[in-house]
């Protein structure tokens, strides 16, 4: 029995990906859209009961219209929407030489693509439907050359509440912020280092989190036992955030 209907954006790898197969696996039907074409291919080719793929730039608000009106014609309604696409190298020149095209790029995608596929899917949410935007840790602590990033995020955040003010209380509206979550094994090609022990071993949860951890998460969010739930963020990090660190030999105070 399906449980419902939802949009995931950045569906084709990574975090996207996990998500995708997550809710597949508990019986949702979802639309995922996607920039990269190979991936989407590769991902078709999986036929994946329940999933239907879109290519799209989230940035571009005529794509976002027109994925709204495939949307209303096949489902007419749905009950909730990832906004997960993103740029999501985080690191990039030293700030003196960072070009302005890429700031803007980051922005555009991680951004205003969520704020775009709001303002024209959002009509299409069930009474009681929800929106569920991913951002990140790094919304509130940095390494060095993350500046678009950490903007991109931190807006992410706050336009969560001020959609949730805006949109309630037909619609809910939450954000949840992942540290590291290991999706080295739904990437095409290896993108980031497998986390070792010691990684594994930093987080006071004892590991390093996985796209489960998320989609577990997010599907309580669309769940009504969240009902009394909006313009809310939610860190999952295995307690890195609350984790002090010092330099080798420097205790607290």
Known sequence: MKQGKILITGVAQGLGLGMSRYFLQHNYQV????????????????????????????SEETSVQALSRLIERQFGQIDG??????????????????????WQRVLAVNLTGPMLISKHVAPLLKPGGSIINIAST?????????EAYAAAKGGLIALTHAMAISLGPDVRVNVISPGWIDVS??????????????????????????????AAL?????????????????????????RMIYPDGATAD
């Not at 999986?46 to 793929?53: K, T, V």
């Open 185 to 214: 094994r739904l990437q095409p090609t290896p993108m980031e280092p497998v986390p070792s022990r010691h990684d594994h071993g930093q987080h006071p949860a004892g590991r390093v989190g996985d796209a489960d951890d998320v």
């Open 218 to 242: 997010a599907r309580f969010l669309l769940s009504d036992e969240a009902s009394f739930i909006t313009g809310q963020e939610y860190i999952i990090d295995g307690g890195m955030s609350k």
């Open 138 to 146: 790094r919304a509130h602590q940095s390494e060095p050359d993350s």
């Open 81 to 102: 929407i990832i906004n997960n696409a993103a740029i999501s190298q985080p690191h990039h020149e030293p700030l003196a030489q960072l070009p302005l095209s890429h």
């Open 31 to 58: 639309v995922g859209v996607d920039i990269d074409k190979d991936a989407l291919t590769r991902l078709d080719d999986a036929g994946l009961p329940g999933l239907q793929l879109v290519h799209l730039d989230v």
